[in-house]
């Protein structure tokens, strides 16, 4: 088991930037890849980025591709997403979300077995 925790969520405007952390614990933090995933009010969570163990295997959602970067560092156990030019739409809950059988990223929520809370972003108009 992996215990996850997010940090950096807040009330933007739009276009502003935020960076998102993910501080992990339980494992080794290199034995595993990381995602990121958003639920937004009224709607289904749904997949944001991943990254493999070594920063390899990195895949965004078509919404965010070009405005948002997964990275991590292993010897702070520690997974970010940077979000810039962000928008009323980013508006949700994030969560980072730990794959514990295979050291690749993916983009499905059953594909991962341990999840942190979540942090609000809120993007204002």
């Known amino acids: 088991q992996v215990q996850l925790v997010e940090s950096g969520g807040g009330l933007v405007q739009a276009g502003d930037s935020l960076r998102l952390s993910c501080a992990a614990s339980g494992r080794t933090f290199s034995d595993y890849a990381m995602g990121w995933f958003r639920q937004a009010p009224g709607k289904e969570r749904e997949f944001v980025a991943t990254?493999?163990?070594?920063?390899?295997?990195?895949y965004y959602a078509d919404s965010v591709k070009g405005r948002f970067t997964i990275s991590r560092d292993n010897a702070k156990n520690t997974v970010y997403l940077q979000m810039n030019s962000l928008k009323p739409e980013d508006t949700a809950i994030y969560y980072c979300a730990a794959r514990l059988r295979t050291m690749r990223g993916a983009s499905l929520e059953y594909q991962y077995d341990n999840w942190g809370q979540g942090t609000q972003v809120t993007v204002s108009s």
């Open positions: 990254i493999g163990w070594n920063g390899g295997t990195i």
